[in-house]
């Protein structure tokens, strides 16, 4: 089983960058698919990016070209580096496993503020 713990969130300026890092505790994370999931109070979690076991990578289109989602499997950690920051990005970012077995597991969260 993987236990995700977020970390790196904060107060950035519109237009500034942030790095949001996931250490995943357990085995076989090299195995898992990670995600990372943002929520606004009020609204739906949303899905932001993810990465295969094998590299591959998908995003929401309001995060491409500003946001890449990146995995060391030697330090059991997956990174959201974003960039131009938004307003609109502001929410709690989550961290979420998902392995080929169809167990899942979710971060507690890291809050991530873009204002002036």
């Known amino acids: 089983q993987v236990q995700p713990v977020e970390s790196g969130g904060g107060l950035v300026q519109p237009g500034g960058s942030l790095r949001l890092s996931c250490a995943a505790s357990?085995?076989?994370?090299?195995?898992?698919?990670m995600a990372w999931y943002r929520q606004v109070p009020g609204k739906q979690r949303e899905f932001v990016a993810r990465v295969t076991s094998g590299g591959s990578t998908i995003y929401v289109e309001s995060v491409k070209g500003r946001f890449t989602i990146s995995r060391d499997n030697t330090k059991n950690t997956v990174y959201l580096q974003m960039s131009s920051l938004k307003p609109d990005d502001t929410a709690i970012y989550y961290c979420y496993a998902l392995s080929s077995f169809g167990h899942t597991a979710w971060g507690q969260g890291t809050q991530v503020t873009v204002s002036s």
């Open positions: 357990g085995s076989s994370f090299s195995s898992w698919s």
